[in-house]
C-alpha cells in the first residue's frame, strides 16, 4: 500500500485544497506545498519512533483509538477532524523537533507557523486514522504496525524524493533553509 501515494492523490484535490486553505487562511498553493513536505516528514518520524518497543507498543495503542476512523472522505474528514487531538498527536510525534519542523516547513510553503500548525494538527489524525485503518484490517500487532510503517518508508522511496526531504528535514541542524530545491521533487508526490 502507498499510503503516501493515496493520501496525495486525495488532497492534491482542488476543493480539498481550498477547503484545508480556507481553514487555515492560505491560499491552495501554500497549502498543497506544505503538505508535500508534511505528510512525509510525519510518517518518517511515526516510523523513526516506532524502533523501539516502547514506541511500537504506543504507536499500536495511538492506532487503535483511530482505527474506526473514516477517511475514504477526505472532505467530511476534514470538517469534523479533532485539531486539539491533531496538536498532541503531533506533539508526542515530533517531540523537541515539533517547533523546528513546523518553522521548516512554513519557511518552504510561504505559509506562517501558526498556519502550518494549524494544517498538521488536520494532518496528523488523517495519517494516523488511514494507518489504523492497516491495523485493523491487517490484524497487525505492535511489531507488525512498525514493520508496516518501515515498509512504507521503503516503497515511498525513503532516501530520495520526498521521504528523502523529510529525512533531511528531521536531522537537519536547524538552519532553516533544508529544502531549497524542492519543486522538482515534488512533482514525484502529488499527480497533477
Known amino acids: 500500500m502507498d499510503l503516501m501515494g493515496l493520501l496525495g492523490d486525495k488532497l492534491s484535490d482542488p476543493d480539498i485544497l481550498k477547503q484545508l486553505g480556507n481553514s487555515v487562511n492560505a491560499s491552495p498553493d501554500q497549502v498543497e506545498q506544505a503538505t508535500r513536505i508534511g505528510l512525509p516528514t510525519i510518517l518518517e518520524q511515526i516510523s523513526r519512533n516506532s524502533g523501539s518497543k516502547e514506541g511500537r507498543e504506543s504507536l499500536a495503542n495511538a492506532l487503535d483509538q483511530h ?3 473514516d477517511i475514504s472522505d477526505i472532505a467530511g474528514f476534514l470538517k469534523g477532524v479533532d485539531t486539539k487531538d491533531g496538536s498532541k498527536i503531533l506533539q508526542h510525534v515530533f517531540s523537541n523537533k515539533n517547533d523546528k519542523v513546523q518553522n521548516s516547513i512554513a519557511t518552504q510553503s ?5 498556519q502550518v500548525s494549524g494544517l498538521m494538527s488536520m494532518l496528523a489524525p488523517m495519517v494516523l486514522g488511514a494507518l489504523g485503518n492497516q491495523k485493523k484490517y491487517q490484524g497487525l500487532d505492535a511489531d507488525g504496525v512498525a514493520n508496516f510503517t ?3 518508508i521503503k516503497s515511498s522511496g525513503k532516501n530520495d524524493g520526498l521521504m528523502g526531504m523529510a529525512n533531511k528535514l528531521l536531522d537537519s ?3 532553516g533553509d533544508i529544502m531549497d530545491d524542492v519543486g522538482g521533487l515534488l512533482g514525484k508526490f502529488f499527480k497533477k
Do not use: A, H, I, P
Open 110 to 114: 510561504g505559509m506562517d507557523s501558526s
Open 150 to 152: 518501515s515498509q512504507l
Open 173 to 175: 541542524d536547524g538552519d
Open 67 to 69: 482505527k474506526d476512523d
